[in-house]
């Protein structure tokens, strides 16, 4: 049995955010799991804040945690796709046809 309890993850979150908004890793987490229950706008505005934390803490230290930047630009793709902010063009929808023709 799935419990998609994605309200109250994003309430824990929160709250683990007002303790420790400097973290941005959980800032990411917070990103992930709007989107997994689907809030798109709060989706991209945590996306686009993780990687702007990530990216200056590795200005800083010299040593930022590429991986999770990663994450934090696909996640600003795959919210962005799904909001048609950035829509695919058309001939990419159309590549599996041009190696079958």
Do not use: H
Request: neutral net charge; aromatic residues 12%; charged residues 15%.
């Amino acid at each position: 049995m799935v419990m998609k309890r994605y309200p109250q993850s994003l309430s824990a979150l929160s709250n683990t955010l007002l303790l420790n908004p400097q973290n941005p890793f959980y800032v990411l987490r917070m990103a992930e799991t709007a989107y997994t229950a689907q809030d798109v706008p709060l989706a991209l505005n945590f996306f686009l804040r993780a990687v702007e934390m990530m990216a200056d803490a590795a200005d800083e230290s010299g040593n930022g945690s590429a991986g999770a930047i990663t994450r934090g630009w696909y996640g600003v793709k795959l919210v962005s796709v799904m909001q048609n902010i950035f829509p695919i063009p058309f001939f990419l929808l159309r590549l599996p046809l041009l190696y079958n023709e």
